[in-house]
Structure formats: C-alpha cells, structure tokens
C-alpha cells in the first residue's frame, strides 16, 4: 500500500510525463535487447501513467537494458507494475492499475495473462509452488491459479486489503494490510486451500521475510496524519502464534543467518530523507547497529530506498533508490554481503521495486 500511495503521489506532481508513456512504434514489437540476463527488475513506474516496465540485467557484464517487456511485446505492462515471480523457468508478474497477472518467458515475451474483474479485485503479490500460482487480491481473497496457463483453479477468503504471500511449511501466509486498519495474517493449508489460522500482528503488515525455519514480518503500523508510521519488524511463530517484535525498518532480506535491515524515514513536505541500514543475527536474536555498507554510502542513506532485494546464489544486494520525486528513473546499487559496492547503475525505469534472479547455466 506505501508504494501505491507513492506512486499516487508522483503522479500528481508529473502529469506532464504521462504523454509519453505509449510507445512510439505503433505498438510493434522491437528487436531482443540483452540475450540471456541474470536479473530481472521490475520497475513499478507511475500510478495511472500506464509506463510499468521490466529491466534486464547481466551481472557478469554489469550492463542493464530498460523497457524489456516493451521490446519484445510492442507495450509497456500498464499501470503499476506490483510484484515479479520466477517459477519453474518462466516469469510472473502482476500489474496493480491494470488488474492482471502476466507469463512471461526469460526473453520477455507474453505468454499469456489472466485479467481481474473489478468484483475479483487488483493483484497484489505473488507466490508459487509446484503448479500453482497464488495472488493476492485487494477483494480479501487469494487466487489460485494454474502456473502453466494461469487458468483459475480456486479462491481463498482471507482478511481486507491483502499485501505478500509467502510459502512456508505447506501452508501459505498472507499478511492483511487493511490499507491500515488490519492486523492479521491469515495461514492457509495449501492441501485443502482453505484458511486455518488467523494470527494478530503489528497494524498494516506488509511483507515476510523467511530465514531458515525463521519467518518475520515487516509492517508499516499506523499512520499518522502526516503518513508517517514506525514499520515494526516481528519474529512470527507460525505455530505458537506468538509475535514479537525485534526493532523497526522499512526493508528487510535474509541471507546467510542474517537479516539485512534498512529503516528508511520521509519527509513528504520537502522529500529530506534518512536511511539507516544495520543487520539483525537470527541465531543470537541480537541487532548490530553499526552500518553494514563500507566506503561512500551518500547516496544510499540520503535517497528514498525503494527496492531492497538479495541474489539468493551469492547474497550480494541490490537497493533500488526511487528517482527525483518518484518521477525519473531510479538508481540501483549492487552491493557484496559484505557492503561493498560492486556496480552502480541507473534502473532504466522509474521506481524500481521488486527483482528477481536466475541461476547462470
């Protein structure tokens, strides 16, 4: 909900780009851009301005070429690019604005697509295991569909305003945002597809974080009237129930037994903002507080982080920075596990929220 506020946001204050955001070729398809790229980012764009678009990178050649989506389909993805899934060779995306779920292959071609009714609800975030594809809706359902040709097997009944999604244990965790006003995350047995558990949370959960056994939960809490909140990160027992909560941030990813942590805090008046970025270790439930990026971090702690993603194979992090006002395209910063900057390079899109990576053959 955060980034569709922000994108909201952005759109009032740029109207002037949304004249731009149909291709110039008639809506013919370009030739390939990048053979075989390593990393995928998903670049959200601006709310109602129809840009949403997918970046391809390859890390061995630190080279990043925008639009990939818009190459290979004469089209950019719509209005709102929310979540991006690599399963089982293909990729998964949803577009918020436009109320659709697209399978993509590695070369960004469309595949096919299952389109949300407004009585369905908008797709959120994405989750898969085995043949299926799960989705949230702003309906307060989640949707099952088949990975294979995203026909609709089912729907779940959760709680309002869902966000993530995530597998754990044969059960799926949705955490309910309520656009504020939830606290609960609903546990779903993925045998019977049917809702089993219902756990209270800090208000607006948003996102898990998994870590081993381990499994966290990311929430904005409430917001004040100048949208600011103090985003708790809880340990969840999903068997217990039990919650607690072990500091605040804004972005969280796991590797390594360890949680990489970022608190990111916005002045919506004048756009000032301030990062900090520390690590939590999962074995000794203890919060390091020192930085854990080396060398220049200016830019990282002084612009609004926007993306914050871990390449699951080496543990080296990308932190997408949203561009100038939410507007122009957004930086994105390779980092090492250990915080060492490794490359920087521009997004080629704006709003750079979500990546995902494949294993080089």
């Known amino acids: 909900m955060k980034k569709v506020f922000r994108s909201a946001l952005c759109a009032c204050l740029a109207g002037f780009v949304l004249a731009s955001c149909e291709p110039e070729n008639g809506g013919q398809p ?4 990048m053979s075989s790229p390593d990393v995928f980012i998903l670049c959200e764009g601006l709310y109602q301005a129809n840009n949403a678009d997918i970046s391809a990178y390859r890390s061995d050649s630190m080279r990043c070429v925008g639009e990939y989506y818009l190459s290979q389909n004469g089209r950019y993805l719509g209005d709102t690019g929310q979540d991006i899934l690599y399963h089982d060779g ?3 995306v949803s577009v918020y604005g436009s109320s659709y779920v697209a399978m993509l292959d590695l070369e960004g071609k469309e595949l096919t697509r299952y389109s949300f009714s407004a009585e369905e609800g908008q797709p959120r975030y994405l ?3 085995g043949a299926y594809l799960y989705v949230t809706l702003y309906s307060g359902q989640v949707a099952k569909l088949l990975a294979s040709d995203l026909s609709l097997v089912d729907y779940a009944s959760v709680g309002s305003n869902p966000e993530d999604i995530v597998v754990y244990d044969g059960q799926l965790l949705v955490a309910n945002s309520g656009w504020g006003y939830d606290n609960t995350v609903t546990v779903i047995d993925m045998a019977s597809f049917e809702p089993v558990k219902t756990i209270s949370v800090a208000w607006n959960p ?3 974080v998994l870590s081993g056994d381990s499994v966290y939960l990311l929430a ?8 600011n909140c103090d985003y708790p990160i809880q340990h969840l027992d999903v068997s217990s ?3 607690r909560t072990i500091g605040n941030a804004t972005h969280a990813v796991a590797y ?3 949680l990489y942590l970022c608190h990111s805090t916005t002045d919506w008046t004048t756009y000032e903002t301030t990062n900090t970025f520390f690590t939590y270790d999962v074995a000794s439930a203890t919060i390091a507080e020192d930085c854990f990026l080396q060398g220049d971090t200016e830019e990282l702690t002084s612009n609004s982080v926007y993306m914050m993603e871990v390449n699951p194979m080496n543990g080296e992090l990308y932190i997408g920075l ?3 006002k939410f507007v122009s395209s957004g930086m994105v910063h390779r980092i090492s596990h250990d915080g060492y900057l490794i490359h920087r390079f521009d997004a080629q899109g704006a709003n750079p929220n979500q990546a995902v990576f494949i294993a080089k053959k």
Not at 30 to 33: F, S
Not at 220 to 227: F, I, P, V
Request: proline letters at 3%; charged letters at 15%; zero cysteines.
């Open 241 to 243: 129930g039990e919650v």
């Open 127 to 129: 989750a898969a295991d």
């Open 322 to 324: 949203a561009g100038t």
């Open 90 to 92: 293909y990729l998964y």
């Open 220 to 227: 904005n809490g409430q917001y004040d009237e100048n949208w």
């Open 256 to 258: 390594g037994g360890k």
């Open 206 to 208: 948003q996102q898990f």
């Open 30 to 33: 370009l030739a390939p851009t």
